[in-house]
């Protein structure tokens, strides 16, 4: 077990709608990532959130978009969604202090957009 | 853009073997690399850490060695069991030149099976 958790295990939602995926780091983790895995894929860096501030991003719309919460939880949001959200959603944990060390991964959310 | 090819797509071997799952990634210019196994639908699993400053980190039958010269890692499994069967993924931290976050690069994994 890694400590982190992520809720709901699995949503159905429908193409146009908002969806919230949440996520609870490890205490004392003060970084936390987001990322989306298309089936038989490897993850694909979202964005990561540091101190509460998003300080990393990679090749995804604005309508992701996300929070980090001062008790070690934090959110994705997704606007708008399209069919090829469909996927794995992980979160990833870590206590980031000046060196790049190891990030602790959720069980993921299973987003299913029809 | 750095990308992560990992070698094979799949394996299937019998058990007691020892194998190695290859990965190579086209930027040296990394942090860390980092080993995780995945099973079906499921979250992934941290194997092992490698800084970019190691040769090799080891756990239990894992090995797992960084040539980061030439772009190369491989991951060692002695004596491979039936419970080791799942996706082997491997992934780098990049360099963010703006001084941000670059996240973990994956490559698509291995998917492994060890026959009983």
């Known amino acids: 077990e890694t400590g982190v958790t992520q809720s709901p295990t699995h949503l159905i939602k429908t193409r146009g709608q908002q969806v919230t995926l949440r996520c609870s780091s490890q205490s004392g983790h003060n970084t936390v990532s987001w990322y989306q895995q298309a089936l038989g894929q490897g993850p694909q860096f979202i964005f990561q959130y540091y101190r509460e501030e998003e300080n990393g991003r990679g090749n995804f719309p604005p309508r992701f978009s996300g929070l980090q919460f001062p008790n070690y939880s934090s959110e994705l949001n997704v606007n708008a969604l399209e069919l090829d959200d469909s996927a794995l959603y992980l979160c990833?944990?870590?206590?980031?202090?000046?060196?790049?060390?190891?990030?602790?991964f959720g069980p993921g959310t299973r987003l299913t957009v029809l | 853009k750095q990308e992560v090819t990992q070698i094979p797509a799949a394996l299937s071997v019998p058990e007691g073997e020892n194998l190695v799952l290859n990965c190579s990634f086209t930027d040296s210019a990394i942090y860390n690399l980092q080993w995780f196994r995945q099973d079906p639908g499921k979250g992934l699993t941290s194997l092992l850490l490698?800084?970019?400053?190691?040769r090799e980190q080891t756990s239990g039958r894992l090995n797992a060695s960084l040539d980061k010269s030439s772009g190369r890692s491989t991951l060692y499994i002695a004596a491979s069991q039936p419970g080791d069967s799942a996706t082997y993924l491997c992934?780098?931290?990049?360099?963010?030149?703006?001084?941000?976050?670059?996240?973990?690069?994956f490559g698509k994994g291995t998917h492994l099976i060890i026959q009983p």
């Open positions: 990833a944990s870590r206590r980031w202090g000046g060196s790049h060390n190891e990030q602790f």
């Open positions: 992934a780098v931290e990049g360099m963010d030149s703006g001084g941000g976050a670059d996240g973990l690069t």
């Open positions: 490698i800084q970019s400053s190691q």
